[in-house]
């Protein structure tokens, strides 16, 4: 999977196309690991059991509440309801590839960032860097415009930018976690998610032969608040392939130093 996207290119993307107000400065637009990026949560703290119980309590006794106001049995069938309030998104800066919570010391922590950029969506809930924040429901979504993988159809590895096609942004799945020293400095860092790509009519062409292909979750735009709110039982049915149909891959230029001609 790739190591380098393409962040934001205008301040006005993160408004239209992710409901968040944009950063007072936008950072770097080629994002490698350890750098300073972004992602998009709707809490900082994560849902704890204690806490979606109680917020299925309270919404049960609205529910009970609002019939005995119309008259009607509390237990009977609802009538349709007005969409819920959705809990406003922010926009975190953070670094890319994950310090999970409980390394000893930041030099640990810096060198298992470099390898922690990316999980696969099997291993998510499984992997011991990324279990606690799975089931700590720390998802979130990592904005960016495109990514770059290689093609080794030639036999040599050639940088191919991977952009949707209408050339808007794209909301990737992502985990977070929080690091904190010994002096109560916090670390903030993320790392995409990954599907698997062996049967994706575009992306079963790229990275290296032999291994297992793979992808950025893409997120569908009606799904994100969804995926940023549903059980860690339930988030991985978010995990899919994206249509190739709606992806473009362009060969980056020759002799450019920067695989993302930026």
């Avoid at 190591?3 to 968040?20: D, G, I, M, N, W």
């Avoid at 998510?124 to 979504?141: E, G, H, K, M, V």
């Avoid at 790392?191 to 032999?210: E, K």
Wanted: glycine share 6%; charged share 20%; with cysteine.
């Amino acid at each position: 999977m790739s190591t380098q996207y393409e962040a934001l290119k205008a301040p006005e993307l993160y408004l239209s196309a992710f409901q968040v107000e944009p950063p007072a400065e936008m950072g770097e637009r080629k994002m490698t690991p350890r750098r300073p990026g972004f992602f998009i949560t709707t809490s900082l703290t994560g849902a704890t059991d204690a806490e979606n119980a109680a917020r299925k309590a309270a919404l049960a006794e609205q529910a009970a509440a609002e019939a005995a106001a119309s008259g009607a049995p509390a237990d009977a069938e609802p009538a349709p309801a007005a969409a819920p309030l959705v809990t406003p998104r922010l926009l975190v800066p953070a670094q890319w590839g994950l310090v999970p919570h409980w390394v000893k010391s930041a030099s640990d922590g810096q060198l298992r960032a470099t390898k922690l950029v990316n999980v696969k969506s099997d291993n998510a809930s499984t992997s011991t860097a990324f279990r606690d924040a799975w089931l700590n429901n720390q998802r979130c979504i990592v904005p960016m415009m495109a990514f770059v993988t290689d093609d080794y159809r030639t036999g040599k590895a050639k940088p191919t930018r991977i952009a949707r096609v209408d050339g808007l942004p794209m909301g990737v799945a992502g985990i977070w976690s929080r690091w904190t020293d010994d002096n109560g400095t916090e670390l903030l860092s993320y790392a995409i998610i990954t599907v698997n790509a062996n049967a994706h009519a575009l992306m079963n062409r790229y990275q290296q032969p032999g291994n297992d292909k793979t992808m950025p979750a893409i997120l569908n735009e009606g799904a994100y608040d969804a995926w940023l709110r549903s059980s860690a039982y339930k988030a991985k049915e978010f995990l899919r392939a994206y249509p190739a149909q709606k992806l473009l891959a362009n060969p980056v230029e020759k002799g450019r130093k920067n695989p993302l001609g930026i």
